[in-house]
């Protein structure tokens, strides 16, 4: 019996059409179940291929409609159906998420509104919808991180989504996390447009905030080994403040770093215990840094930490499925 209504599950090309015309005449909701409910149908027969362009197809088109609820949902069971059918990550099935991620909506915030009752009102409901926009959008990325470790990107997950990850959040978030966004950031692989979003920040944040922000960031591309990043970020961030004519922060904690930096290229451990000493009223502005230290020593050093593997807050963000 299934082997006979696998043969006769029809193309779903003309299911498809009728959708895209409820969507278009504003049936979301009805059209949204229709879509679950086929393309369940589908990979239930293994048929995942098709399963994949009914999710794809409702996706895109819920989410230029800027449906975001409806589309995240799709575009979460798309990888959960990649996921099922064993699909292997690769530049083509790459290429579909980020579609999908390109759709996701983008809107600023109305901040213009001041003071009377009605803006503020606006403006509440205009974070309430942010949120939402950046937790679907965030769903659908961790489960694709989940997806291309395991079939075939690097153990974190693909570069290219935790970039995707911190360019959404950094731009949609109305209260940013930076160091969430930096531990995407870290996992991808271009610093330059890192070092683009810390200037960015530099220019809404708190004063005591600036050297902070680009500190951790170094902080988190050492901690993994990565100092040719770390040096690129570092080279970027002056570039592009130059461009502005702007200067570095200019603080003990950012003389740490270029110390820091310099020393990593040398054999010198020595001196590296030397500078934490002496910077330590610097370092302990930001419980990440000492951790992110001692990491750094274990892989630049092979010195030690008093514990396997990268505990406390590092380990936290740096576990799978990311935040």
């Known amino acids: 019996m299934s082997r006979s209504f696998k043969r006769e599950l029809p193309p779903p090309q003309a299911s498809l059409e009728k959708l895209e015309k409820m969507v278009n005449e504003g049936s979301y909701y009805e059209a949204?179940?229709?879509?679950k409910s086929t393309s369940a149908r589908y990979a239930s027969m293994q048929r995942y291929s098709e399963a994949l362009d009914i999710l794809e197809s409702g996706a895109l088109l819920q989410l230029n409609h800027q449906e975001v609820t409806c589309g995240a949902e799709l575009a979460t069971l798309f990888v959960e159906?990649?996921?099922k059918g064993k699909f292997p990550y690769n530049n083509e099935t790459l290429g579909r998420v980020r579609?999908?991620?390109e759709a996701f909506p983008r809107i600023s915030l109305p901040l213009d509104l001041l003071g009377e009752d009605d803006d503020m009102q606006k403006l509440s409901e205009a974070m309430v919808a942010a949120k939402a926009r950046v937790e679907g959008c965030c769903t659908f990325l961790r489960t694709?991180?989940?997806?291309?470790?395991?079939?075939?990107?690097?153990?974190?997950?693909?570069?290219?989504?935790?970039?995707m990850?911190?360019?959404?959040?950094y731009s949609e978030t109305p209260e940013t996390d930076m160091m969430k966004v930096s531990s995407h950031f870290v996992r991808g692989n271009d610093p330059k447009k890192f070092?683009?979003?810390?200037?960015?920040?530099?220019?809404k944040c708190y004063p005591e905030e600036d050297d902070v922000a680009i500190?951790?960031?170094v902080l988190m591309y050492l901690s993994q080994g990565n100092l040719r990043d770390a040096n690129i970020l570092m080279d970027e961030i002056k570039h592009l403040l130059e461009l502005d004519e702007l200067d570095l922060p200019q603080s003990e904690l950012m003389q740490f770093i270029e110390y820091l930096l310099l020393t990593l290229e040398r054999d010198a451990y020595p001196l590296m215990k030397v500078l934490r000493q002496n910077f330590k009223s610097s370092i302990e502005r930001d419980p990440l840094f000492d951790?992110?230290?001692d990491e750094t020593a274990e892989r630049f050093y092979n010195v030690k930490r008093r514990s396997g593997g990268i505990q406390g807050l590092l380990g936290d963000l740096f576990k799978m499925p990311m935040m």
């Open 81 to 83: 159906t990649l996921i």
């Open 215 to 217: 500190a951790r960031g």
């Open 165 to 169: 990850l911190a360019d959404y959040m």
């Open 144 to 163: 694709a991180l989940k997806w291309s470790a395991e079939f075939g990107a690097s153990k974190n997950g693909s570069p290219e989504f935790h970039e």
């Open 99 to 101: 579609r999908i991620f």
């Open 195 to 203: 070092a683009k979003t810390l200037v960015n920040f530099m220019s």
């Open 291 to 293: 951790e992110s230290l």
């Open 32 to 35: 949204q179940q229709i879509y």
